[in-house]
């Protein structure tokens, strides 16, 4: 589980753009921020980041390990105000 883990997390380290940014919310879950970015724009990054994700080479005892990923996106409005858990 912890090998998969920090394949995935570089993976999506990779495939960010320099001032994207990543953190683990807990267990699987991670929370990708695409600053100034539009939501059709997000979802394109996250189409070649579940590809990147599915394309990774992961082994355990000589064992391939496939990893998929599944994403949602959600878009910052000033409704939200500056409090990010009731953006979260």
Not at 13 to 37: A, H, Q, V
Not at 76 to 86: F, I, K, L, P, V
Request: aromatic content about 14%; proline content about 2%.
């Amino acid at each position: 589980g912890d090998t998969v883990l920090k394949r995935f997390s570089v993976c999506l380290s990779m495939t960010l753009r320099p001032y994207d940014f990543l953190g683990r919310f807990g267990g699987d879950e991670f929370i990708l921020c695409f600053p100034n970015t539009k939501l059709e724009e997000a979802f394109t990054l996250l189409k070649e980041i579940r590809y990147n994700v599915e394309q990774m080479d992961i082994y355990n005892d000589s064992k391939q390990i496939e990893v998929t990923a599944s994403f949602g996106a959600a878009e910052y409005r000033s409704e939200y105000g500056s409090d990010t858990n009731a953006f979260l």
